[in-house]
């Protein structure tokens, strides 16, 4: 009896994974050294989300060989990176938490035309951009060039449907060895998630 119920279960977990699956869109974003989309920022949006477009649209090119182009407005398709208000018209029907929610909370989501990258603040949608490329396989793990990890994948397509936020409400680290590039620091930081919109400064006292 037990063994027929193990089964049963087992079987609803596959079937519910399989339609989660069927359900999410796959969207292509590049193929045969092209862009099949622009990435699409706000006229509007903050000067860190610009910097997340731009650098998305150079990181998509290097891992998919093709050009991508950054696009003010709101055109009928692309790559959308920014905060919710940025596109008043969205397509999306989106429920960020609000209980027990993180200020920095964010989502990856595909339609069959687009990749909506968005998050509840710059930072958030920092994080929704770095998260997206680590999804495709790119990783820093130290400061420099060196420990950079950019892969080859000439047909991108993508099918993604996740809201998410960092673990942690601040995410802030030692800046690293005292002789540590500030610049590189915060790159990497970016990069590996761990920049935040709430800020706490901090010291040592030794007495």
């Given amino acids: ?9 087992l079987l609803l977990v596959t079937q519910w994974t399989l339609g989660q699956a069927q359900s999410t869109a796959t969207v292509r974003l590049a193929s045969e050294g092209q862009a099949r989309l ?5 006229a509007t949006a ?23 182009e950054v696009l ?13 208000t940025d596109f008043p018209d969205l ?14 909370q964010f989502v990856l989501r595909t339609t069959a035309d687009s990749l909506f990258l968005l998050g509840t603040t710059p930072a958030a949608v920092e994080c929704a951009v770095w998260d997206f490329l680590r999804r495709q396989g790119y990783r820093l793990f130290f400061l420099t060039d060196t420990w950079e990890v950019i ?30 590039n500030r610049d590189l620091v915060h790159r990497w930081q970016k990069r590996n998630r ?10 040592h006292a030794y007495g």
């Fill in 1 to 9: 009896m037990l063994k027929v119920v193990v089964t049963a279960c």
């Fill in 72 to 84: 003010m407005g709101t055109p009928d398709a692309g790559i959308y990176v920014g905060v919710p």
């Fill in 194 to 203: 761990m920049r935040s919109s709430f800020q706490v400064d901090t010291g």
């Fill in 151 to 180: 892969p080859a994948q000439a047909d991108l397509r993508v099918a993604l449907d996740v809201i998410d936020q960092p673990d942690y409400i601040t995410r802030q680290a030692p800046r690293g060895a005292p002789w540590s």
């Fill in 91 to 104: 397509p999306l029907d989106l429920e960020f938490a609000v209980q027990g929610g993180g200020p920095d």
């Fill in 38 to 42: 622009p990435v699409v920022v706000a």
């Fill in 46 to 68: 903050a000067a860190e989300v610009r910097t997340a477009a731009d650098e998305l649209a150079e990181y998509l090119g290097r891992i998919a060989g093709a050009e991508f």
